[in-house]
C-alpha cells in the first residue's frame, strides 16, 4: 500500500516557508534547542490573571531541578534541563532580581502557570494535574505547551503522594511537549470514548491488562459504584467482568518503566519503554490498546524518540545526536524576567507602488484604528515610515487617554512615492525601540510592505540586529508581490506573518493587527466581533447588518467605518442601534467623522447593551462605486469575567510537507480556558486565485486529535500554485455551542494518579484526605457544561508562502489520497452471528475534502502484521458486509457503521481479531491505514456479584457489549443455570443449620468437620507479572 508520501504527494515539493502561529494557547515556534545534551530557551510563563504569590517561583525551581536529574538519567545521559526562564507577568510588583524579559513571551512559553481546563480537569482547580496540550494529530510532533496550575504546584506536600515527585510528573509531560509522545495507561480523559483496561492477546491466549510494561503486578479492582471495591470476578482464561479497573501492588520488584505508563510514586520507573530493550522491566507492550500505540502505529517511547532530532543520528551530522555524555550537576540556571508594557513601533512601506489597488490608504487606515481602538491602553507606539530610506514620524508614544490616540492617529502618513529599502524602516524602528531606555528588549516591530526589497543584504543585517537586541518582527505581507524574505524576517525573530491581498473582500491587515495584541491580559485585550468590506455599487443606496454583543464583552465597543469614495465630503451616513432601540447617529456626542481621514467612529460609553445590534450604511453619493470598511470591536465587560475568545493559525513548514504532513487550519474557542465546544467555524484561506472556505471540527477525526477539546481543525490541500496564503476564521453560536465546566465525579486528568489497591480494598477511602478527586472505576459521566451566549468572533490565522513548486505540479492533478481514519472503533461481536461492528469518520478524497470512492478493510490475529505487511492479511470485501457498503463511503465527517463476516470457529471459547481500514480515492490514491482496533468475541463474560444478587427476570449479562461479545442463547442458560445453582445451595444451607440445631438440641456432636457450610465460590485473582 501507499505510504503517507503519497497522501500529499501534491504538497511534497510545495517549499513552504510558515510561520506557525502561537496564541494565547495555541502552537509556536519553539525556542528550545539541545546542544552538547543541554536544553536552553526553555520558557515558563506565569499567566497575567494568576494571583502574585512569589513562592510558585521558588516550587518552578524545584520542579525543574528535580525534573532535570530525573531526565538526564531517563535519557541515559541525553539530555537535561540546563537553562529555564521564569517570565512574571506585569501585573506582578516588579523586583529589583527580575531581569528584563529578552524575547520570552507569554505566548511562546513551553510552560504556562494558568487557571484550570475542565476538559483536563472537570472536578474542578483542585483535582487540576498538570496536562500537555496537544494540537496536531501525530506521533512526534510537539505538543502547544504543558499547563500546570498553581493550585498543584502549591500543594506539592499533599499531591506528590498521588502522583510522584513533581520533578519526574514533568519529565512524563515533556514527553508529550518535545517529543510527541502518547499515554500508556487507560486513559479516562482524552481517551473517554475509547478506554479499556483489559484485552484478549491471541499470542498468548489469555486476558492481559493495559500496561507498559507487561511485568507490573496489579490489582484487578471493582467499584460498586459507592467507592467500596472487592476483587474482580475472572481470570486471565475467561477475562473478567465488565468494569473491572487495575493499580498496581505496593511492591513492584520487576519493573523500571514506562515513563509514560505513569505511577511515578514508584521509584523504580526511571525508563522510557524500548521495544529492543535487553531488560524486560521497560520492554514496550506494543499490543495493549493504549494511546501511544494508537497513534504511534505501536512503537515505543525510545523508537519515536530515536527519530526526535534531539537524538536521531544523520548522515550529514554524525556526532550532533547528543550521544551519552558524564555531567557531574545537571542543576538547571534559572532567569527570572518580569514581562514590560508593550512597546510597538509600526514600520509602513510609502513607496510607490504601494498606490496600486489604493494600498497606502487602506494600510494608514488600518494603522489609525489599530492606535485609535485596537491597541490596549498602556501601550507604547511609535511609527516609522520608509521608501527608499526610513523615516521618523513619532517616537514612542504612550497610550494614555482618546486625545492621545487622536493625536497620534493623525500622524499616520498616507503617501506612496520612491523605491522601497525595508531595512532602513527597520534601523529606524530600532533606534526608537533603544532611545526610550537603552534596552530595546521585548520591543516589537509591526512591518507592513507590498513590493520587493531594494536592499536585501542590508534588510538581512538589521534581522540580525533585531534577533541580537530580542525584537520580534511581524510582517503583513500586502499583496502576493510582497518581498519573501518577509517570511525569514518573522520567524527569525519570533514573529508571525499575516496576508493582506488587493481581494475587495480582504481584511487582513485589520485583522493583522488585532491579533498582534494577544498574550496581553484578557481584561486588555480587544475581541473583534466582526470585519467586513461593503462594496456599494453605483445606484446602491443602504446596507445593514446585525452584530450580537454577549455578556462576556461590552466595554469600550468600538463601530469603526472606512469609506474609499472619490472626491471630497463625506459620502456615508452611518445609524447604529442598540438592543432596546437606541439610536447613535450624526447628531451623538460619540458620532466622530474624519472627512479627510474618510472615517467614521463611534464609540459606545459604559458597557454596551447585550444583544443584537444592528448597523445601517446609507450611501450618500450613488454615481460611483466605492468600498466601505467595516470592524466592530469590544473589550471584557469587566474583572473576573474571562470573554470568549478565538484564536486560530496554519501549520505546517518545508520539513512537515517533506516528511508526508500536510497543511492543517486550526481555530481554538474558549473562555478563559474553557473549551467552547459545538460552535461554527469557518475558515476563509485567501490564496493567490478565489477564496477557499473550510468547515473545521472538533471531533477527534481528520486533523483533529481530541474529541470536544475546544480546538477546531481541517487539513487544506486546495493550493493552486506560488504565493502568500492567509487565514481568517469567524466562530458564531448556532444554538448548540457549549462552554464546558467542572462537573461532579468526572474523571481527573494529567498523569494518572496511584491508589493503594490495599487502601481501596479495606474501604480506608478517608486516608486520601479531603481531595477532590474520582476514584478508579467510578462512573463516566458525560462531559458537562453550560449553554454559551449568543456570540460572533473574528480572528486572522496568520499566513504561509509557498515559493516553489516540483516539476510538472499541476493544481488540476489528483493525488492527494484520502485522511488517515484515526477514530476506528469496534463496537460489537457477535458469537451468534460471527460478524463484527465497526464505526468510524468518512474521510475525505484529498485528505477530509470531499468523498473517498472505497474502503479496504483487512483484519489479522496480529497487530504487527496489520502494521507491517499489510497485503498479506485477509481483507474484507463486499459480499462479507451484512451492513453499509465499501464502495459507496459517505463525506467526511460522516460516522459510518459497517458490519461484516469473519471466520470464526464453532467451539471456540475466545478470540480476538485484530481490524484495521482505509480508504481510496477513484483514481486509486490510497490512505494510510486507520488505528489498529481489536474485536475480542467471548463466549462467556464473568457476572459481577452484584449482578447475581439482583437477577429476578433479567438476565445478569447483556447480550453484547463494547468489543465483547457472548451467543445470548448460551448466556441465558448459563444465568440461569447459575441461579438454579444459588437457589440449591440456599438449600442445602438451610437443611444443613437445621440439622446441625437439630443435632445440638440433641446433645449430638457438631458435623462441622465433615461437613463443610457452602460459600459463594469466588475465582482468585491472577495478578500479572
Not at 488585532?514 to 498574550?519: K, L, Q, R
Not at 467623522?593 to 450604511?617: C, M, Q, R
Not at 481554538?668 to 469557518?682: D, H, L, N, S, W
Not at 451492513?883 to 470464526?904: C, D, M, Q, R
Request: with cysteine; hydrophobic share 35%; charged share 20%.
Amino acid at each position: 500500500m501507499a505510504e503517507y508520501f503519497r497522501v500529499c504527494l501534491s504538497l511534497v515539493g510545495l517549499t513552504l516557508f510558515v510561520w506557525v502561529l502561537r496564541t494565547e494557547g495555541l502552537i509556536k515556534s519553539s525556542s528550545i534547542r539541545l546542544e552538547n545534551n543541554e536544553y536552553k530557551g526553555i520558557v515558563v510563563a506565569i499567566h497575567p490573571d494568576e494571583a502574585e504569590n512569589t513562592e510558585i517561583i521558588d516550587i518552578i525551581k524545584g520542579v525543574f531541578t528535580n525534573g532535570s536529574s530525573y531526565l538526564y538519567n531517563a535519557t541515559k545521559k541525553r539530555a537535561f534541563f540546563e537553562e529555564v526562564t521564569i517570565l512574571i507577568p506585569e501585573t506582578w510588583s516588579d523586583h529589583p532580581f527580575y531581569t528584563s524579559p529578552g524575547s520570552a513571551t507569554l505566548n511562546g512559553a513551553d510552560v504556562i502557570i494558568a487557571g484550570y481546563n475542565p476538559r483536563f480537569a472537570p472536578d474542578g482547580e483542585n483535582s487540576a494535574a498538570p496536562y500537555t496540550k496537544h494540537l496536531e494529530a501525530g506521533c512526534g510532533k510537539q505538543a502547544l505547551y504543558i499547563h500546570m496550575t498553581s493550585y498543584f504546584l502549591q500543594n506539592y506536600r499533599v499531591l506528590q503522594e498521588y502522583y510522584g515527585d513533581y520533578g519526574r510528573v514533568l519529565v512524563h509531560e515533556w514527553g508529550h511537549y518535545r517529543w510527541g509522545l502518547f499515554n500508556e495507561y487507560p486513559d479516562v480523559v482524552t481517551d473517554r470514548y475509547n478506554v479499556e483496561y483489559f484485552y484478549y492477546s491471541d499470542s498468548n491466549r489469555i486476558w492481559e491488562p493495559v500496561s507498559c510494561s507487561n511485568r507490573w503486578r496489579l490489582q484487578y479492582l471493582k467499584n460498586n459504584l459507592n467507592n467500596v471495591y472487592r476483587v474482580c470476578n475472572g481470570n486471565e482464561q475467561e477475562g473478567y467482568e465488565i468494569g473491572c479497573v487495575t493499580q498496581p501492588f505496593p511492591e513492584q520488584p520487576f519493573v523500571s518503566g514506562s515513563i509514560m505508563h505513569s505511577y511515578l510514586n514508584f521509584p523504580q520507573v526511571v525508563n522510557f519503554c524500548d521495544s529492543d530493550a535487553d531488560d524486560p522491566s521497560y520492554l514496550h507492550n506494543s499490543e495493549a490498546p493504549t494511546k501511544q500505540n494508537k497513534w504511534c502505529d505501536g512503537k515505543s517511547s525510545w523508537e519515536v524518540m530515536r527519530e526526535h532530532p534531539d537524538f536521531k543520528v544523520l548522515r550529514s551530522k554524525p556526532d550532533n545526536n547528543n550521544p551519552p555524555r558524564e555531567v557531574d550537576d545537571v542543576t538547571p540556571t534559572f532567569h527570572v524576567v518580569r514581562s514590560r508594557p508593550a512597546r510597538v513601533v509600526l514600520v509602513l512601506d510609502t513607496s510607490g507602488s504601494m498606490s496600486t489597488h489604493d494600498r497606502h490608504l487602506k494600510l494608514a487606515d488600518a494603522a489609525r484604528t489599530y492606535i485609535l481602538s485596537v491597541a490596549p491602553l498602556g501601550t507604547s507606539v511609535g511609527i516609522v515610515d520608509f521608501d527608499i530610506s526610513g523615516k521618523i514620524v513619532s517616537r514612542l508614544t504612550e497610550l494614555t487617554s482618546d486625545q492621545v490616540r487622536t493625536d497620534l492617529s493623525n500622524q499616520v502618513p498616507q503617501d506612496a512615492d520612491g523605491g522601497t529599502c525595508i531595512g532602513c524602516g527597520l534601523e529606524e524602528a530600532l533606534r526608537i525601540l533603544t532611545a526610550a531606555d537603552g534596552n530595546a528588549d521585548g520591543g516589537k516591530i509591526m512591518l507592513i510592505t507590498d513590493g520587493q526589497d531594494g536592499e536585501p543584504d542590508f534588510t538581512e543585517q538589521m534581522k540580525v540586529d533585531c534577533i541580537e537586541n530580542n525584537v520580534i518582527i511581524d510582517s503583513i505581507a500586502f499583496s502576493e508581490n510582497a518581498e519573501p524574505n518577509l517570511v525569514d524576517l518573522s520567524t527569525s525573530t519570533g514573529g508571525r506573518l499575516f496576508l493582506q491581498t488587493d481581494n475587495r473582500n480582504s481584511t487582513g491587515i485589520r485583522d493583522a493587527f488585532a491579533a498582534s495584541t494577544e498574550g496581553t491580559s484578557e481584561h486588555e485585550r480587544p475581541v473583534e466581533l466582526s470585519s467586513e468590506i461593503k462594496t456599494f455599487a453605483t445606484g446602491e443606496r443602504e446596507h445593514w447588518k446585525s452584530i450580537y454583543i454577549d455578556e462576556t464583552i461590552g466595554r469600550s465597543t468600538t463601530f469603526d467605518f472606512t469609506y474609499f469614495s472619490t472626491g471630497q465630503g463625506s459620502a456615508l451616513d452611518v445609524i447604529i442601534t442598540s438592543p432596546s432601540g437606541v439610536t447613535f447617529d450624526r447628531t451623538s456626542p460619540s458620532y466622530l467623522e474624519n472627512p479627510v481621514f474618510k472615517k467614521i467612529t463611534i464609540k459606545i460609553n459604559d458597557i454596551a447593551e447585550h444583544g443584537s445590534w444592528e448597523y445601517l450604511l446609507r450611501n450618500q453619493i450613488t454615481d460611483q462605486s466605492y468600498d466601505v470598511i467595516a470592524t466592530v470591536s469590544s473589550f471584557p465587560s469587566k474583572e473576573g469575567v474571562s470573554p470568549i475568545l478565538v484564536s486560530s493559525f496554519l501549520s505546517g513548514s518545508p520539513d512537515d510537507i517533506m516528511k508526508n504532513k500536510p497543511f492543517v487550519a486550526y481555530a481554538e474557542v474558549k473562555q478563559g480556558f474553557f473549551p467552547v465546544i459545538r460552535a461554527t467555524v469557518i475558515a476563509t484561506i485567501e490564496t493567490p486565485g478565489d477564496p477557499v472556505e473550510l468547515n473545521l471540527y472538533d471531533t477527534g477525526a481528520g486533523a483533529d486529535i481530541t474529541k470536544d477539546d475546544g480546538i477546531y481543525s481541517r487539513y487544506f490541500t486546495q493550493f493552486i500554485g506560488l504565493g502568500f496564503y492567509g487565514m481568517k476564521v469567524r466562530v458564531e453560536n448556532n444554538g448548540e455551542a457549549i462552554i464546558l465546566k467542572p462537573s461532579v465525579r468526572s474523571p481527573y486528568s494529567g498523569v494518572d494518579m496511584y491508589f493503594n489497591p490495599e487502601i481501596l480494598l479495606a474501604g480506608n477511602l478517608s486516608e486520601f484526605g479531603n481531595l477532590n478527586i474520582t476514584f478508579p472505576g467510578a462512573p463516566l459521566k458525560e462531559l458537562e457544561g453550560v449553554p454559551a451566549p449568543n456570540f460572533t468572533r473574528g480572528v486572522s490565522g496568520g499566513a504561509a508562502r509557498i515559493s516553489n513548486v516540483p516539476e510538472g505540479w499541476s493544481p488540476e492533478a489528483d493525488t492527494v489520497a484520502p485522511n488517515k481514519i484515526t477514530d476506528l472503533e469496534v463496537v460489537n461481536a457477535s458469537v451468534d452471528a460471527k460478524s463484527i461492528t465497526v464505526t468510524f469518520t468518512a474521510p475525505g478524497d484529498d485528505l477530509d475534502f470531499g468523498n473517498a470512492h472505497h474502503y479496504v478493510l483487512h483484519w489479522s490475529k496480529s497487530p504487527h502484521e496489520l502494521r507491517n505487511n499489510l497485503t498479506s492479511c485477509p481483507r474484507i470485501h463486499q459480499n462479507n458486509v451484512t451492513e453499509g457498503n465499501l464502495s459507496s463511503p459517505a463525506p467526511f465527517g460522516i460516522k459510518e457503521v459497517i458490519t461484516f463476516l469473519v471466520p470464526l470457529p464453532e467451539d471456540v471459547e475466545t478470540m480476538s481479531f485484530m481490524i484495521g481500514v482505509y480508504a481510496v480515492d477513484d483514481v486509486d490514491n490510497e490512505g494510510v491505514i486507520s488505528n489498529i482496533e481489536r474485536a475480542t468475541f467471548r463466549r462467556y463474560i464473568p457476572p459481577s456479584f452484584e449482578d447475581l444478587e439482583t437477577t429476578t427476570e433479567q438476565p445478569a449479562l447483556e447480550t453484547t457489549t463494547k468489543k465483547e461479545s457472548e451467543t445470548s442463547s448460551n448466556k441465558s442458560l448459563i444465568v440461569w443455570l447459575s441461579v438454579l445453582i444459588i437457589l440449591v445451595i440456599v438449600v442445602v444451607i438451610v437443611i444443613t443449620l437445621l440439622v446441625a440445631r437439630y443435632h445440638k438440641r440433641k446433645g449430638g456432636k457438631s458435623n462441622s468437620a465433615y461437613f463443610s457450610v457452602p460459600t459463594e465460590k469466588v475465582e482468585t485473582e491472577k495478578v500479572s507479572v
